[in-house]
């Protein structure tokens, strides 16, 4: 029986068993490549999404590790201004690494700790526009200082 909603016709066989007839067929040429191209470019962002998120957790562990080695230098007793910065940038110019494509390193100071901010490029592997992943860590560290049984 034809519904208004059943674009295709069922037919008893002489087993019993219902039959459709090419009028569906008909009616759904060309699906296959609609469905394609509705899912393919979620399909290829899936696929792109763990070599980016891989690229990203590197670049912040490289970018944490750079900013505590930057607080414990710039934390030292006597360092000299900037030491953390310095830190900060030799060890991230030796990891010549792709997964920074750049970085920028500040160091602050008040009378107690020292603050070290790295914030680092990640490179694009997903191409979509205006996405521009980065890193951002900030490491605070208490400065050394020495005191004496009357001091506190």
């Not at 459709?20 to 609609?34: H, L, M």
């Not at 998120?53 to 944490?64: G, I, K, N, P, S």
């Not at 000299?80 to 310095?86: E, N, S, V």
């Amino acid at each position: 029986m034809r519904g208004p909603h059943t674009p295709f016709r069922t037919a008893m066989s002489p087993c019993g068993q219902a039959v459709r007839s090419r009028t569906r067929d008909r009616v759904e040429r060309g699906s296959s490549s609609v469905e394609f191209a509705i899912l393919f470019p979620v399909i290829v962002a899936l696929l792109l999404a763990g070599p980016q998120l891989a690229l990203w957790y590197f670049a912040r562990e490289a970018a944490d590790a750079a900013a505590h080695v930057g607080a414990r230098a710039a934390s030292v007793h006597g360092a000299a201004g900037g030491a953390g910065q310095a830190a900060a940038d030799t060890h991230l110019a030796r990891l010549r690494t792709g997964a920074i494509t750049g970085y920028s390193v500040t160091e602050s100071d008040t009378a107690t700790a020292v603050s070290v901010h790295v914030t680092a490029s990640v490179p694009n592997v997903i191409p979509l526009p205006g996405f521009a992943p980065t890193v951002d860590v900030t490491v605070v560290r208490g400065k050394e200082r020495f005191t004496t049984p009357d001091s506190p």
